[in-house]
């Protein structure tokens, strides 16, 4: 087999990323300054500093190019990167595509998704400041159980508040939590003001991603020994996740390979950008020309339907005023299945990029999404997280289009986390149980006309 035909490309430890890729150093236009929720002027370190270590907020601030990555981050990101890079052929072939695929796999890694790619940097800077509890949301429960690891392996406490729709859904992601020391709490609850409010309105709240990072903000700033960590959106959460489209530009350049398009899952954007970032920078800087796509889905379609705008990241607005794509701090997406996609806003680096048409989006419905994943399943052998599963949806859509074109693009699209802890989401689809809904424009318009003014 020549190396062009190599189905998996390993890095060798000594070849990992020694430093993460900051953006914001040859982005055109930087995202407008995040505003105090209260008084609605930009926001300084000493707006962050209650729940945030200064070493994330000069992360959150920086326009350096490279930022290092430190030793002992590095030494527990050996345990299981640099991650592989598959070639798809057995995808390939039942797509009958000309088309050659690749993904980049994140769910070797402990917690089995991309997320302790930031949730281990996290707890770290959080253990040099001196903090010894870390409060949390979580949609799917990918980002409470890295954080739950990183914890563990720094002596931290920590505390989740994990959507109750996903609580109910995935049972055994909060097991894992529990098994490294978490205390995981269904959101909205009773041990927040912000939660007893919206359980006072709808006691029935299936939860979001909005309430929840109310809840654990809200437990943060209550206490002196706690801070907030967040597992997408921010500014040093992306650049954490760096590390991933850096390894696969080397994987590729293995096997004389490099990219036509990029795609990845999006729902606050982390992975998005990890895997895209390191490339929109060739598009910046070296004139390259690749395609870069989030898929999100389209019961929460924050970038292809959504509006760019200052919001809060927040239901109960206590977060930062962020300018970013948005369908409204009070939305509240379905039930679907993919809970780590149920963001009412985006990154404001993604959202900026997108702003400028740097990079594209796409949404589509859980049936098709599925359907696309029981066929990777099936061809590669992976079970994929509904998340991820976006990304493999975008990246069929694409190679079918390659086929009718008769082109023979290359295409990398990253695999987000496995789906080993989603198998209620794959007996709904398997059972013809899987419902395709929408977003409820009417609620997006009602949530939009609740923006704050600037």
């Not at 995202?31 to 370190?45: E, I, M």
């Not at 500014?235 to 489209?245: A, S």
Request: aromatic residues 10%; proline residues 6%; glycine residues 8%.
């Amino acid at each position: 087999m020549s190396k062009k035909e190599a189905v998996k490309i390993l890095l060798d430890e000594r070849e990992m990323p020694r430093q993460w890729y900051n953006i914001q150093a040859d982005m055109p236009n930087l995202p407008k300054p995040p505003l105090n929720p209260a008084t609605k002027q930009p926001a300084g370190p000493e707006d962050l500093s209650a729940i945030f270590p200064m070493e994330l907020i000069k992360q959150e601030v920086t326009t350096d190019r490279w930022v290092d990555i430190p030793e002992e981050v590095a030494d527990i990101y050996r345990t299981w990167r640099p991650a592989p890079l598959y070639r798809a052929v057995r995808l390939e072939k039942e797509l009958d595509t000309p088309a050659k695929i690749y993904y980049k796999y994140e769910g070797v890694s402990p917690s089995g998704s991309h997320k302790l790619n930031t949730s281990i940097p996290q707890a770290y800077y959080n253990k040099q400041a001196g903090i010894k509890r870390l409060a949390t949301e979580t949609g799917a429960g990918q980002w409470g159980t890295a954080l739950s690891q990183a914890c563990a392996f720094f002596g931290l406490e920590c505390t989740v508040y994990m959507v109750k729709i996903s609580f109910s859904q995935k049972p055994y992601r909060r097991s894992f939590m529990e098994v490294f020391g978490a205390n995981v709490i269904a959101s909205p609850s009773q041990y927040t003001e912000s939660g007893r409010s919206i359980l006072a309105k709808d006691p029935e709240s299936l939860g979001s991603l909005g309430i929840a990072i109310s809840e654990a903000v809200e437990d943060a700033a209550q206490r002196d020994d706690t801070n907030y960590a967040l597992g997408s959106v921010l500014n040093h959460v992306v650049l954490h996740q760096t590390v991933i489209g850096l390894e696969a530009r080397q994987q590729l350049a293995k096997v004389d390979e490099y990219p036509d398009i990029v795609i990845g899952c999006c729902g606050g954007g982390s992975n998005f950008a990890g895997l895209g970032f390191p490339f929109i920078k060739d598009n910046l800087t070296e004139n390259k020309k690749v395609r870069v796509i989030a898929i999100e889905p389209s019961a929460c379609p924050t970038l292809t339907k959504g509006t760019f705008a200052y919001d809060f990241g927040d239901t109960a607005q206590l977060t930062p005023i962020t300018m970013m794509y948005t369908l409204g701090h009070d939305f509240v997406p379905p039930g679907i299945h993919a809970g780590g996609l149920r963001y009412h806003g985006a990154s404001s680096l993604v959202s900026q990029l997108y702003q400028d048409k740097l990079i594209e989006a796409q949404a589509f419905g859980q049936n098709e999404v599925f359907a696309s994943a029981i066929r990777f399943a099936r061809s590669e052998g992976i079970v994929p997280a509904p998340e991820s599963s976006h990304a493999i949806h975008g990246a069929v859509v694409e190679a079918l289009r390659c086929k009718e074109a008769g082109e023979a693009k290359t295409i990398l699209f990253g695999l987000s986390g496995h789906g080993h802890f989603d198998l209620t989401a794959y007996d709904a689809y398997l059972g013809n149980k899987l419902e395709d809904a929408d977003y409820a424009e009417e609620s997006v318009k009602q949530s939009l006309a609740c923006l704050p003014k600037i």
